[in-house]
């Protein structure tokens, strides 16, 4: 089976105090699973329940310790990557890579200085906020108030180009895609957001941000969330399918992925439960879009995207 790339799941957060390891574990994803598809990217996002933002950086520090000792305790499975050169060596050397994602500049507690020592910690993407208006812009669900970035979320932006971090838009309230898309001078993604065309929902993008991710040479990855696929009760690849084949035709087929998040979605598509079922995803993807599109939404264009952003 060949290797994948998956832009966001939350298993490292999930397992967290559950006494169950990375290795193998009942969850969406484990590594004894993962492990059968080859040279994978999976990045792992540390998401903060907002009972935790009085002491999010703690918190925060809790996961990120948790984390760093699970990479280090199936060092012989996976590789934890910093740079672009890091990625592109697992992936030749048929290794799967972890790259430390937050989710959420809740953690920064308004201080850039936190966000230099996050990624001298390895932290190499953070999704600015979650749902709510944070010290760094608006979410979605305070989308209604029209707020964007703030000069603190400005001002971070600027330092994680300055770093080569990853600018991970999903969540965000419109109008902070928008002062993103004004301000940023490296391309952005966002890493686990659908088509709202086809899916009316405010985690959802619309074409004329898809448009603007083609535009910027950044990425959108494909959430696998039933209520971010399709309106409907159940949902199925095809209806995945119908949300990548949008996304491609929007945001250009260098520029589409997967952002599965495994793990931080209570309900899954009905025929893609888990992670040894991205085996037949893969192989419907080939059928549907040929071998050579397949391969870039497959894993090329996250890592394509990554070469761009990292230094
Ligand atoms: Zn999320």
């Excluded at 792992?44 to 520090?61: S, V």
């Excluded at 990557?81 to 697992?90: A, F, G, P, S």
Aim: glycine share 10%; hydrophobic share 40%.
């Amino acid at each position: 089976m060949k290797g994948y790339a998956d832009a966001h799941c939350d298993t490292a957060v999930k397992l967290f105090g559950r006494g169950e390891g990375l290795r193998r574990n009942g969850l969406h994803l484990d590594l004894e699973r993962l492990s059968a598809f080859p040279g994978s990217l999976q990045v792992f996002a540390l998401w903060l329940d907002p009972k935790y933002y009085p002491i999010a950086l703690r918190q925060t520090m809790k996961y990120l310790t948790f984390y760093k000792s699970e990479l280090e305790r199936n060092k012989d499975l996976i590789r934890p990557v910093y740079t672009y050169e890091d990625l592109l060596k697992n992936q030749k050397e048929g290794r799967l890579s972890a790259l430390l994602s937050l989710e959420g500049g809740e953690a920064l507690e308004g201080e850039t200085a936190v966000l230099e020592v996050f990624y001298e910690l390895g932290v190499r993407m953070m999704t600015l906020t979650w749902n709510y208006r944070n010290q760094i812009a608006d979410g979605v669900l305070d989308g209604e108030t029209g707020g964007g970035l703030t000069p603190f979320g400005k001002r971070v932006i600027r330092k994680m180009e300055e770093l080569g971090m990853a600018v991970d838009v999903s969540h965000l309230s419109d109008a902070g895609f928008y002062d993103v898309a004004n301000m940023a001078k490296r391309p952005f993604l966002a890493s686990h957001s659908n088509a709202r065309a086809v899916c009316p929902h405010p985690r959802n993008l619309t074409d004329d941000q898809l448009r603007i991710l083609k535009e910027i040479d950044g990425f959108v990855g494909l959430n696998f969330y039933p209520r971010f696929v399709a309106e409907k009760e159940t949902v199925t690849q095809e209806d995945l399918l119908r949300q990548l084949y949008h996304l491609v035709e929007k945001a250009g087929e260098d520029h589409v992925g997967f952002g599965s998040d495994f793990d931080g979605i209570d309900t899954t598509p009905s025929d893609l439960r888990q992670v040894e079922d991205m085996a037949g995803f893969l192989a419907r993807l080939e059928r549907e879009f040929g071998r050579e599109t397949a391969a870039k939404l497959r894993q090329e264009n996250l890592t394509a995207a990554l070469g761009r952003i990292l230094k």
